[in-house]
């Protein structure tokens, strides 16, 4: 982890961003605004809301931000560790996009659905039960969606027939209510042909639609369908029986994340410093453990030459094609995935037109549980 080794907050703001000691994570409020306001200006008119992922930059005052906006129903997070942090700051429609499991876990959710609306997926019947004697026990209501399989073959069950048995399975459960279903098309989000991304996305969210539909024909109310994300929000967003959008990286963004959606501003950075030059290369102070790397290699702004061919040491970032740079000199590194990388900082140095204005701390930095 990156602890606070910037000389004492109030000193810095104010100050040019590369007074920065290195590596620092930068966000562009103007930016991180705009592309905020792109998604609730979106969303002010059509039937889904927003649900924004908590995951994404795990800040809570960016995700006020989100709130705030407007067009949102909720947060959306990962880990019960995001929910209890989010629960603490104050939010108050909480949902865990995943399964909760085992004994510790059940009891600190038991203490979040005390504090808040707290809604968990679930997508077998051995979690449902578990979740309602906790819930039983100790006299809490917890929301369920039944996450529902329609082609990332990570947690779901199958669409149709089976979300349905668990669906009626569940009913007679004390503590837990079912709320609906979720569907994220996670399988989806890289295809970098929008036709492709927004036919393949359509047919495979039409399985989680037609479930609903089932379900409801079988006289139990569907009160949400949840899911989507920035890559698909325009897409399977606006389709009749989808009514919450899960889009999360849209708040930050990324190099990878912005061949898909170029609408959307990249505000997230890392100021790195030049520790070497030679033979035409540039050394930075930044690699994988300031970066993360698994979606490739980060980008250099306001160098759109410079190349990054081979992103694997732990410290050094070597950047080809970079001209005019010198020892000490300062740069933005753009991430590949800002949701990992937001993970590894315990603070945003929040800048406009260059100077910092605000830094904001990154709560749920490298929380695993
Ligand atoms: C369950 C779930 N919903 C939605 C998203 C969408 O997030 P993003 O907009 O950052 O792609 C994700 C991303 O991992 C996810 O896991």
């Known amino acids: 982890m990156i602890r606070a080794n910037q000389p004492h907050i109030e000193n810095l703001i104010g100050r040019p961003i590369h007074e920065l000691d290195s590596p620092a994570l930068l966000l562009d409020l103007a930016a991180s605004d705009r592309n905020i306001a792109q998604l609730s200006q979106f969303f002010s008119d059509k039937h889904a809301q927003l649900r924004p992922h908590f995951k994404n930059h795990k800040c809570s005052t960016l995700a006020r931000r989100q709130l705030d906006a407007g067009s949102a129903v909720g947060i959306t997070c990962a880990k019960l560790g995001e929910a209890e942090i989010l629960a603490d700051n104050g939010f108050n429609d909480i949902l865990i996009a995943n399964q ?9 959710l038991s203490d979040v659905a005390q504090k808040t609306n707290v809604t968990v997926a679930i997508d077998h019947l051995e979690q449902a039960r578990t979740l309602s004697q906790m819930a039983s026990a100790t006299n809490i209501t917890v929301g369920v969606l039944v996450e529902v399989d329609i082609g990332m073959n990570r947690c779901g069950i199958e669409p149709g027939n089976a979300a349905l048995e668990l669906t009626q ?21 890289n295809l970098e042909d929008a036709t492709e991304r927004q036919v393949q996305s359509h047919q495979d969210m039409q399985l989680a639609i037609d479930t609903r539909r ?23 967003g606006i389709m009749a029986g989808v009514d919450e959008v899960q889009a999360g990286t849209y708040a930050t963004m990324d190099c990878t994340y912005h ?19 030679h033979g035409g290369n540039a050394v930075l102070d930044v690699g994988v453990k300031g970066a993360s790397g698994e979606f490739g290699s980060p980008i250099i702004a306001d160098h759109p030459d410079a190349q990054i061919p081979n992103f694997c040491s732990e410290e050094h970032c070597v950047v080809q094609h970079i001209s005019g740079l010198h ?32 830094i904001w701390p990154i709560e749920a930095s490298g929380l695993l549980t």
Request: overall charge negative; some cysteine; aromatic content about 4%.
């Open 100 to 108: 909760i499991v085992g004994d510790i876990k059940l009891r600190r």
């Open 169 to 189: 399975k569940i009913q007679p459960l004390p503590g837990i209510y079912f709320n609906g279903l979720q569907a994220y098309e996670g399988h989806l989000v």
């Open 214 to 236: 089932m379900i409801e024909a079988a006289g139990i109310p569907v009160n949400t369908l949840s899911g989507c994300s920035t890559a698909t929000y325009d897409m399977t």
């Open 259 to 277: 061949k898909l959606r170029p609408e959307l501003e990249m505000a997230l950075t890392i100021i790195c410093t030049v520790i070497s030059c």
């Open 327 to 358: 020892v000490g000199d300062k740069v933005q590194m753009i991430p590949s995935h800002a949701c990992t990388t937001c993970n590894l900082y315990h603070q945003l140095h929040v800048h406009q037109d260059q100077h910092i204005v605000d």
